[in-house]
């Protein structure tokens, strides 16, 4: 009896790991897809502080922390420039809480 026990929990944890490992598999298939979408836009409109915000939000979801401060940067920088110049700014809550 004890061993079939055993061998339950072994399978259930053996189960659990590859359930975990899948799930954890698509969400980085997301996250991929996510940044390769926003780099897209950026390619179309790589003169706009929101294209490179939004990249900066992929990245953050995506845990790569580096790349996203990098986009808000860069994104905070346009944005300044065109303040500057008269050109619009960001539409939503912007970079201010990010």
């Given amino acids: 009896m004890s061993v079939l026990l ?24 997301r996250d991929t897809q996510n940044i390769a979408l926003r780099r897209a836009a950026l390619v179309r409109t790589p003169h706009s502080p929101a294209s490179h915000e939004s990249l900066g939000d992929a990245f953050r979801e995506a845990g790569r922390y580096i790349e996203a401060r990098t986009a808000y940067e860069t994104a905070r920088n346009m944005m300044e420039e065109h303040e500057a110049t008269g050109v619009g700014q960001l539409g939503g809550g912007g970079l201010d809480n990010k």
């Fill in 6 to 29: 055993l061998l339950l929990v072994a399978v259930f944890i053996v189960y659990r790991f590859a359930s975990d490992r899948a799930d954890d598999s698509r969400q980085t298939a």
